[in-house]
């Protein structure tokens, strides 16, 4: 099983898009895939169609079994730990009672054994505060959505910092996945360029910013239903293949 974290620090860049996306689509290619929802906003339940229900928190705090808290998503293969604003609460919770680091990957490491889950995929909130610090301790592959802006970019360096301040004894294998992309811009071309000479093969073919990508969230399908014949779908295929296939 393969734990791959999507965080940055910033809103807005497209963090639960590529989870519930890489997710559907690692599905589609036939891997049992558990998507967990980490922010309290509980957005990965909506863009599936879903309700959005608790999950994160009954699992943390309750100490309910990953079984009893993980909902199928009427798709082949893949699942969903849902979250909403109790989340935070959790949260809060982990940090008063002094929990460690380690608390996330000990919670899905042990319920998850002796399932045959493949892909277990955590999205997460921009937020730092224990539940970020949790999933880059746990993730073998950090996937890092940037837009190609000021503020995106600031994301990724903050998100590099707390990846640094948790202080693992080997890092993830990680990846810059560029997105928001337009080759009009002069800022996209300017900063993907600059992404490029400062962490060279780590950063993935960019998502180009598409309307197709954001009708997907409000109809409750990702883009492999909405538009499976668009730009962005095929960008995304890009992404899935490179996961399975690539050194990440
Ligand atoms: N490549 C893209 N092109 C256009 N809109 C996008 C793209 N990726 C995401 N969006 C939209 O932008 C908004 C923020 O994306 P989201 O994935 O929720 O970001 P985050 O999880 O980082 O806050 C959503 O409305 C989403 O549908
Ligand atoms: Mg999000």
């Given at each position: 099983m393969r734990i791959i974290t999507v965080a940055n620090q910033k809103g807005g860049v497209g963090k639960t898009t590529t989870a519930v996306t890489l997710a559907h689509g690692l599905a589609l290619k036939h891997h049992n895939v558990l998507l967990v929802d980490l922010d309290p906003q509980g957005q990965c339940a909506p863009h599936l169609g879903m309700e959005q229900e608790p999950g994160v928190f009954d699992l943390l705090v309750a100490e309910l079994p990953l079984r009893d808290v993980v909902r199928t998503t009427g798709r082949p293969n893949l699942w969903l730990l849902?979250?909403?604003?109790?989340?935070?609460?959790?949260?809060?919770?982990m940090v008063i009672e002094n929990r460690g680091v380690d608390t996330l990957q000990t919670v899905l490491g042990e319920k998850v054994n002796g399932s045959r889950l493949h892909y277990?995929?955590?999205?997460?909130?921009?937020?730092?505060?224990?539940i970020q610090e949790n999933a880059l301790y746990a993730c073998d592959l950090l996937l890092i959505p940037t837009s190609l802006d000021h503020l995106g970019l600031k994301g990724l360096t903050?998100?590099?910092?707390?990846?640094?301040?948790?202080?693992?004894?080997?890092?993830?294998?990680?990846?810059?996945?560029?997105?928001?992309?337009?080759?009009?811009?002069?800022?996209?071309?300017?900063?993907?360029?600059?992404?490029?000479?400062?962490?060279?093969?780590?950063?993935l073919p960019p998502i180009h910013r598409a309307?197709?990508?954001r009708e997907c969230p409000a109809l409750g399908r990702t883009i492999f239903e909405h538009a499976p014949e668009s730009r962005a779908a095929e960008e995304y295929a890009t992404l899935v293949w490179e996961v399975l296939n690539g050194e990440g």
């Open positions: 849902p979250g909403n604003k109790r989340t935070k609460t959790a949260e809060t919770l277990l995929i955590l999205d997460t909130a921009p937020s730092v505060g224990g903050e998100i590099l910092k707390t990846l640094r301040a948790v202080n693992r004894s080997s890092p993830p294998a990680m990846w810059i996945l560029p997105t928001f992309y337009d080759e009009v811009t002069r800022e996209s071309r300017v900063n993907l360029a600059h992404l490029r000479e400062t962490f060279g093969d780590l950063v309307t197709v990508l």
